[in-house]
């Protein structure tokens, strides 16, 4: 098996426009590389050409020049999906199924059946927290319901790549919450994540690896550590301190040549206080 | 994945997964429903034909009931199929699917399969109900003879009625009914990979339907090489090659009065259909490989 | 481009090939019995718009009833003109219907044909009368015919086809004729061999046919020795001069040994 999950060469995409003789670039010359293991995030605003690409790499539609293969087949080939999760943006299911049997039916699509795939099926309504939904039908989901039958079924056939576009697009943040673990979880489990999304807080704490795109180009891509961290600063969070204390640190920093650059009351994390004020409620 | 299993098994699996669960699609939007329409029909004009005196009342529901059969089941087939793929794109079903290890093919024919299906139990209930409500006004009938008629004439009249009333013969007739449904449902997902919209799919279709009945005239007449116009006779020639001729799966109306259906013959019509099926579809195909999602 | 046009090529060469079949099949539906209706510019009319889209569509046998139904209701209101229009157009829609053609042909030989004779208050004058009256049984006659184009193995149409030769038209060579063509149909019933053969007596010349064929239905057994045939096989051995040792009637099955009954 290839060490490189997904490999993108010079990939451009254009859609005609309707009655007219221009095109819309929605992808130029893009290429990247995100080796087996790694979580890569794409970010970008709307209409950077994320989704597209994502797409591409699913041979879902046609590159208009370039290539892209998946652990070394190319994305044209039904093969390149055997071993790929899919969360589209806005995933939306068949109204008229039960949470239980949207992932039964998406599981036979990857070739389970019987007992094997019934006990799969449950396990992932537990993991995404859907087990007392399993048989109400998806049209009464709400968005972030459906989100997350959409990651239980991209996870359904064990792939060793996920691609989630927006995967916490319109979920609360208990939900995105549970969303992000899931992906450290699937990290940790050594498998691949291509993920997009313009919730930045987010993709740094989960991404190893991101690519910033505009317009259908790429225009930065690297370490989260290298593209955002001041390698010169460092942050330190107080409790009790009297203002004699903060004083003498000052001139201490002063002493020693470093600088303090910047002094506020710290605040908890607005995030972390709404997960607390929820959790503490059930 | 599972165990490592010979691929077209596997093929087979999710083609079956994709054509039940566009079943289950078309029985929970409850198309069904639509099958109520015949049963009023039917039934309406079990009542309805006892009062004609001119002309055999069984045989009247007869041809109310094939007739009806056959409109019914090509309808049914048309507006559940138009809808199948633009909803998908619409909803974006159709990547989740695809991004499966599905191919297109096997997407499309699972569709396909879904309609039959569906088409084949329709066809069996229209019939089941059919027959019953047959049956019924048969021994009605019987009753009203027995009463009429005299002891020694009536075995006689009754084997008359019984025989005239379930023919055995209409069941291939039936089957073309049928055929005749599933191939205008394959012309419709044809039309349906070449639409932007299905108000277009459906029109289309049902354009083609009926040029479909009357296509028999205008070939013959080509083929005669009568006098025309230039431009008429390219007309009509364009029409006998590009439309299927329809009207060669009713044959029921003859087998109602009587005549035969030799095997043969049926198999010959039924090879015809199952070839255009087949052409439809192998076309259907070839469009949506090439379309973007 | 290139692409598209061997699409289109081949697509013209199935188009080709599915005519041929098509062409085909209808020659064998139609030898079959299938297919045989004719949607021309009468029944047409009588079909109105909707009633021919659907005829075309699935529902012809239905439009032919509801032709029918309607043809009935003229017949209450004895509109002859008007039920023959209906008839034939109900015909035409379902040619294989023989109880229509036999039916059609009952109303206009018999029923319209004897409302002529009889209507005297529109036609006083009682050659005209004949003349409406011997229309009508043409019409008759024409309905019974086309219907043996569609349905040539009918022995129902044969035999009707006698019965008006030999009731409206008083020719006994043509109903006999008739006759001997509906016995050789399939499912043909046992008298028309005899019907046949009286007719055949009642034309002048013909009476040594006539006998020839009373005497082998005679000599077939029990079931063809009625009492009208042997009545005519006697006559027939009396006109004929036919030698006592040669005669059948003498057999000690008949029932009595005076020839002359009558
Ligand atoms: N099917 C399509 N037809 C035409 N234009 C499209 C289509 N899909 C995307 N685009 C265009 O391509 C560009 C990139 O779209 P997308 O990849 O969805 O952006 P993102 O996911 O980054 O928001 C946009 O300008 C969009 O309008
Ligand atoms: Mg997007």
Redo the contacts between chains.
């Keep these: 098996m290839s060490a490189t999950a997904i490999l993108i060469k010079d990939l451009c995409k254009e859609f005609p426009v309707p009655f007219r003789r221009e095109t819309v670039k929605a992808v130029q010359n893009l290429s990247l590389e995100v080796p087996a293991g790694e979580v890569y995030g794409l970010l970008g605003p709307n209409g950077s050409g994320k989704s597209t690409t994502m797409k591409i790499v699913l041979g879902l539609i046609r590159p208009s020049s370039g290539s892209t293969e998946v652990f070394g087949v190319d994305s044209r080939r039904v093969e390149s999906r055997e071993n790929v999760g899919f969360l589209p943006e806005n995933p939306y299911f068949y109204k008229y199924l039960t949470g239980l049997e949207t992932l039964l039916f998406f599981g036979k699509l990857c070739g389970l059946s019987g007992r094997h795939l019934r006990e799969r099926s449950f396990e992932l309504l537990q993991t995404v927290g859907l087990e007392e939904a399993a048989d109400r039908r998806l049209g009464g989901y709400s968005k972030g319901m459906l989100q997350r039958i959409g990651l239980a079924q991209a996870l359904l056939g064990e792939p060793r790549l996920l691609v989630l576009d927006e995967p916490t697009a319109g979920v609360d943040p208990a939900g995105a919450h549970a969303i992000r673990d899931l992906i450290l979880q699937c990290k940790q489990r050594g498998i691949t994540v291509l993920l997009c999304s313009h919730l930045l807080g987010q993709v740094q704490e989960i991404c190893d690896r991101i690519g910033i795109m505009d317009r259908g180009e790429l225009l930065a891509e690297g370490r989260i550590d290298d593209l955002a961290g001041k390698k010169n600063q460092i942050e330190m969070v107080l409790e009790n301190a009297t203002p004699t204390l903060l004083e003498s640190l000052g001139a201490l920093s002063l002493a020693s040549g470093a600088r303090v650059v910047s002094q506020r009351g710290a605040r908890t994390d607005l995030e972390k206080f709404f997960l607390d004020v929820t959790r503490h409620r059930s | 994945?599972?165990q490592a299993?010979n691929p077209l098994s596997?093929s087979l699996?999710?083609i079956?997964?994709?054509a039940h669960?566009t079943f289950?699609?078309l029985v929970?939007?409850k198309v069904f429903y639509f099958l109520l329409l015949f049963a009023f029909l039917i039934i309406g004009s079990s009542l309805f034909t006892v009062q004609?005196?001119?002309?055999?009342p069984l045989?009247?529901l007869?041809?109310?009931g094939?007739?009806a059969m056959?409109?019914f089941s090509?309808l049914l087939g048309l507006l559940c199929t138009a809808n199948l793929l633009p909803k998908d794109m619409e909803?974006?079903?159709l990547?989740?699917?695809?991004?499966?290890?599905?191919?297109r093919f096997e997407y499309l024919q699972g569709k396909l399969y879904g309609v039959f299906l569906l088409l084949g139990l329709s066809v069996l209930l229209m019939s089941l109900l059919f027959a019953g409500v047959l049956a019924i006004r048969e021994q009605q009938e019987i009753a009203e003879l027995a009463r009429n008629l005299s002891a020694e004439n009536l075995p006689a009249a009754v084997a008359e009625i019984r025989a005239a009333t379930f023919q055995m013969n209409l069941l291939p007739g039936v089957v073309l009914i049928l055929l005749k449904a599933m191939l205008c449902s394959t012309l419709t997902l044809l039309l349906s990979t070449l639409a932007t919209s299905s108000v277009f799919t459906v029109l289309t279709s049902v354009v083609v339907?009926?040029i479909g009945?009357?296509?028999?005239?205008a070939?013959?007449a080509w083929?005669a090489g009568g006098q025309a116009s230039p431009l008429l006779k390219v007309l009509i020639a364009g029409m006998?090659?590009?439309f299927?001729?329809l009207?060669?799966f009713?044959?029921?109306?003859?087998i109602?009065?009587?005549?035969?259906?030799?095997a043969l013959?049926f198999w010959?019509?039924a090879g015809?259909g199952g070839?255009?099926i087949l052409?439809y579809f192998l076309l259907a195909q070839?469009v949506f490989s090439t379309r973007?999602? | 481009m290139r692409k598209a046009l061997c699409i289109l090529g081949l697509l013209a060469g199935f188009g080709c090939l599915k005519t041929a079949a098509e062409h085909y099949l209808l020659t064998v539906q139609r030898s079959a019995g299938f297919q045989l209706a004719t949607l021309s510019g009468q029944t047409r009319t009588q079909l109105g718009q909707t009633g021919f889209v659907a005829a075309l569509s699935g529902f012809r046998a239905l439009m032919a009833d509801l032709l029918w139904i309607r043809a009935g209701s003229a017949f209450d209101r004895t509109e002859w003109p008007r039920m023959q229009m209906l008839l034939h157009a109900a015909t035409q829609l379902q040619p294989r219907a023989v109880v229509f053609w036999e039916m059609a042909h009952f109303h206009m030989a018999y029923d319209a044909s004897h409302s002529m004779r009889l209507n005297v208050r529109q036609q006083p004058a009682a050659a005209l009368r004949r003349v409406a009256e011997l229309e009508y049984v043409q019409i008759g006659e024409d309905f019974l015919k086309a219907g043996l184009v569609f349905n040539p193995e009918s022995a129902t149409l044969w035999q009707r086809l006698g019965e008006l030769y030999s009731r409206r038209r008083d020719d006994p060579a043509r109903a006999s004729a008739a006759y001997a063509e509906a016995a050789r149909k399939p499912g043909a019933l046992g008298f028309l061999r005899r019907m046949a053969a009286y007719e055949l007596a009642k034309v002048p010349g013909k009476d040594r046919e006539a006998y020839e064929q009373l005497r082998s239905l005679y000599l077939e057994g029990e079931p063809q020795r009625l009492p009208n045939l042997v009545r005519l096989l006697r006559q027939l051995e009396e006109k004929l001069a036919v030698p006592e040792a040669e005669r059948v009637y003498t057999t000690p099955s008949a029932p009595s040994g005076t020839p002359a009954s009558r």
């Design positions: 994945m599972n299993q596997l699996r999710r079956w997964a994709l669960n289950l699609e929970r939007l004609f005196s001119f002309q055999n045989q009247v007869k041809d109310v094939l007739g056959s409109i090509w909803d974006r079903t990547y989740t699917i695809l991004a499966k290890p599905v191919s339907y009926l009945h009357v296509q028999g005239i070939r013959e083929l006998a090659l590009a299927p001729d009207q060669l009713n044959v029921v109306d003859e109602a009065v009587g005549t035969a259906l030799p013959l010959q019509v015809f070839m255009y052409v070839l973007e999602l």
